[in-house]
């Protein structure tokens, strides 16, 4: 059975603290993508990765940075968490090919609240 | 970006009825998506329709592709207490990897 987790469902943290989001799958994909859900917004793309060590910017990546040492795992880092940064962050992954490579995995989801 | 706009926001009925939630999007597409999302979840794919397809179903569900009118609609047909959740479009445009969601649909089916 495919798996997306993440580190926490829920995060409390301070302004101005590096707050670590962490995501790991276990179904070998290639591709990794954060978003982050708000009312009225729907999910915004903030990075993705096409592979080990490679990132790209998506729509919001401004305050987030990410990481992808290895291929099962991505991080999103917040440099120094502000209180506009309280959200929901959700990981996905998929594959770069095959019949279903553009199908995203989710994982449950990290309700972050910045105080 | 361009971005799925989902109509409408917010349905309400009972259970056995059938929902329709409608997607509309901007520029050219390889495929579109349809998720699901349970309150405070993840969201989990339902099903996947490419550009050269009209229809396809799933189940009780039944999703349709209109590429002339750059438009879909996903029905859920005896709906259930169970399926009452939001409602996502995604469209994977020509030339990206990447997705881009609509808003949503939050359908609620009462008993």
């Known amino acids: 059975d495919v798996k997306v987790t993440q580190s926490s469902r829920y995060l409390v943290k301070r302004t101005g603290e590096k707050v670590f989001l962490e995501c790991v799958q276990d179904m070998d994909h290639e591709n990794m993508f954060w978003y982050r859900q708000d009312p009225g917004l729907g999910l915004r793309l903030i990075y993705f990765?096409?592979?080990?060590?490679?990132?790209e910017k998506g729509d919001i990546p401004e305050g987030y940075s990410v990481s992808r040492e290895k291929k099962e795992r991505f991080s999103l880092i917040l440099e120094s968490a502000s209180t506009n940064q309280t959200s929901m962050y959700l990981c996905?992954?998929?594959?770069?090919?095959?019949?279903?490579?553009?199908?995203?995995?989710f994982g449950p989801g990290t309700r972050l609240t910045v105080l | 970006s361009q971005q799925g706009e989902e109509d409408p926001q917010a349905l309400s009925i009972q259970e056995g009825e059938n929902a329709t939630m409608n997607c509309s999007y901007k520029t050219s597409i390889n495929n579109l998506q349809w998720y699901r999302q349970n309150s405070g979840r993840g969201l989990v794919h339902l099903i996947l329709i490419r550009s050269n397809e009209r229809e396809k179903h799933s189940g009780r569900l039944r999703v349709t592709l209109d590429t002339s009118k750059k438009s879909s609609s996903l029905l859920i047909t005896a709906s259930r207490a169970a399926d009452t959740a939001s409602y996502f479009c995604a469209t994977d445009a020509e030339g990206y990897s990447t997705l881009t969601f609509g808003k949503g649909t939050m359908l609620l089916v009462s008993p």
């Open positions: 990765s096409y592979d080990v060590k490679m990132k």
């Open positions: 996905a992954s998929s594959l770069r090919q095959g019949p279903s490579y553009n199908e995203q995995f």
